[in-house]
């Protein structure tokens, strides 16, 4: 389990613990061997160094593995003498060393796990009541009201969700289209959420048993679909670069000059013998009162 999962948690530590037979192997092991260590500890406490010792590699092993090949690095980091370190791992079967080096703990291990388990009730009970929430959210805006249901319709949402991967993402549209629902052989039906809840409804309405499921926008849709249509809007009112270019011609001579250079590039097109004016060069022509057969005069000139 990661560090940042158990920084906001805690494991326990049983208040015996220095009665363990274990344990107290170690302290007798330490208040008679004393004299082999050179560090700095008073005497008389010297066991008490290695009970607080044994609880900070438990408490290392709770968010890192560790290994035979690390008790030197572990030893650095606690600032402890490693033959110390060593012995505490290795000679009082307070730790277990697999045939792979790592260094376990039961101690460590039926932490881990209990903190896994209260993690997962804890994931278990957000997921319903976000699921409820949901639920309730839906209800509310299509039928003017939160849904009262039993314990037995609540743990059958719950199934629902265990088996409907994105059902929390169709609730709004489980919910719009049981508004909406009728019956022609039975008019006096009355759509609510105890009814959806129960004879598997809810699933037969989403596999489309009692027609295709309906959807209504929200406002945040909606808002979207508008800000789409009048960016839409404004790229189809935007100038082309034509039609810039056209709207800085001044002079008769220029307009002239620019159909010219366009139509040495372009095929003139001729209907019925008349020239194709492309539409956009109507503002220049009527602009500066030039005719079309100026424009077909001027082509046939140039070889157009």
Known sequence: MKEDKLKQLYFSHDIFS???????????????????FSIDFIKTNFFHASFGLFWEIVQYMHLNKLTVNEIPMLADELRADEKFVRLIIEKFNLFKIEDSGEIVSERVLKNLNKLTETSEKNKTASEVRWLLSAFNKSYLEFFGEEPILSKEEIEALKQYNKKIPDLKEKLRDIIFTLKNLKFETDINFVPCANWLLKDNHLARLLNGEFGKLKHKATKK?????????????????????????????????????????????????YFGGKAHIFPPFRTILNKFNIKDKEIIDLCKKEGI
Not at 19 to 36: A, G, L, Q, V
Not at 225 to 243: F, H, L, S, Y
């Open 18 to 36: 220095d009665k363990d037979e274990k344990i107290i192997k170690m302290f007798y092991f330490f208040r008679k061997n004393i004299d082999e």
């Open 221 to 269: 849709e909606i808002k979207e679909e508008q800000r789409k249509e009048a960016q839409e809007q404004a790229q189809n009112q935007a100038p082309t670069e034509i039609e810039i270019k056209i709207s800085k011609i001044q002079t008769r001579e220029e307009a002239i000059k620019f159909l010219k250079e366009y139509y040495s590039k372009e095929e003139l097109n």
